[in-house]
């Protein structure tokens, strides 16, 4: 009788370690701070956060910010603390003919006559590369732990899950549920992204 309660109780024990050691705390951290965080295509929050990995499993992970290259890459649970560089993006060339001397003293030859500073006069009736070419739409996806409904730019959309296509550029995006604080953030869509909202009471 004693030698099976040692039994289970060692087998409890075993059962307790493995579970205790099935999830793993993990720091992830950037440089610079505030990249969105993506995992297995979730939106999880900003860096830094901490997140729970379950030990041994693959993950897809990816830092998005404004004005910095999408870092994507692939983590084994329990392999240590995130903390990645984030390269930023090159600056636009300036357009061509934009370093021209602009100086008072300075005269392009065979034009004496024309005022200093002055912009130059173009009628492009029929040139269609100086018309304004539209807005890229990308698309927008929410989901949330518990539904909730969608408000982009003061329109109510629906409710979660919701896709749509939007214009690129600043958004108001809102989710509210019954009950619980509403999510509010600005959103520069310049490419597809994915919200995953965890709602707190």
Known sequence: MKKRALILILLCFSVSVIFSQAIVRTNIASNPSGATVYIDGSRIGQTPLEFRFRDGKMYKIELRKDNYHLLSFNYRGGSGNINKRLEQMAPPKPAHGQNKMS???????????????????????????????????????????????????????????????????????????????????????????????????
């Open 103 to 201: 100086s008072p003293s300075y005269e392009e030859p065979n034009r004496p006559h024309q005022r200093y500073n002055e912009p130059p006069h173009h009628n492009f009736p029929n040139d269609k590369s100086h018309r304004v070419p539209p807005k890229r739409r990308y698309t927008l996806t929410i989901t949330s732990d518990v539904p909730g409904h969608v408000i982009i730019d003061k329109r109510v959309i629906g409710r979660t899950p919701s896709r749509v296509e939007l214009e690129e550029g600043w958004h108001d995006v809102m989710v509210n549920s019954p009950g619980r604080h509403d999510y509010h953030e600005q959103i520069n869509l310049n490419h597809d992204k994915d919200i995953f909202i965890r709602f707190k009471k």
